[in-house]
């Protein structure tokens, strides 16, 4: 086993329970969709989380080349791994605590997965010039945005809807970038 591969262990089980927590809240949803105010822009969200968990999952394919691995790189890719579980944990409304109204969520808790998220753009440059080598400029400026779009979610929730909107097109964006 690769050094590689024995690190990925770990940050694909945080991953797989993001997704897996995700999944089954949709899944919770859907049980109760009599009950559940559904809103698109709470969905949108939590197909932007999804997203951007399977981007770091294929993102660290590119590391499999890295030899230099330290203890600290270990540590930050495990933080952004649960940066991004938080986000999902976060991302959508659970029926099993009372909770059905979507947009409300977003615009309440559902705040914490923007901060959450907020964090982990904090952590792509560290990912992009230390381990992949990539230019400082870009490297700083497009995490920054997304930096931007989830300081403006978490300060100004009014906005959410079309900040979500916002976040669909951020994501969508990474994937062609690093896909």
Not at 77 to 82: E, G, N, R, S, Y
Not at 100 to 127: C, E, N, Q
Not at 131 to 144: R, V
């Amino acid at each position: 086993m690769t050094q590689h591969e024995y690190i990925f262990v770990t940050v694909s089980i945080i991953l797989g329970l993001a997704i897996t927590r995700l999944l089954h809240v949709v899944g919770d949803l859907i049980r109760h969709h009599t009950e559940v105010k559904f809103h698109w822009s709470t969905a949108v969200w939590g197909l932007s989380i999804i997203t951007f968990t399977l981007q770091i999952w294929w993102a660290g394919w590119g590391l499999h080349d890295f030899t230099e691995w330290q203890f600290q790189h270990f540590l930050i890719l495990i933080f952004a791994a649960v940066c991004i579980y938080f986000a999902a944990e976060m991302a959508l409304p659970d029926p099993d605590d009372g909770q059905f109204d979507m947009l409300a969520h977003s615009k309440g808790m559902g705040r914490i997965s923007a901060l959450a998220m907020l964090i982990y753009f904090l952590t792509g440059p560290y990912f992009n010039i230390a381990m992949f080598g990539h230019p400082a400029g870009l490297s700083l400026a497009i995490p920054l945005l997304g930096v931007l779009i989830m300081a403006l979610v978490v300060g100004i929730p009014r906005w959410f809807k079309g900040l979500s909107i916002l976040f669909a097109v951020y994501s969508v964006m990474i994937l062609y970038i690093t896909v």
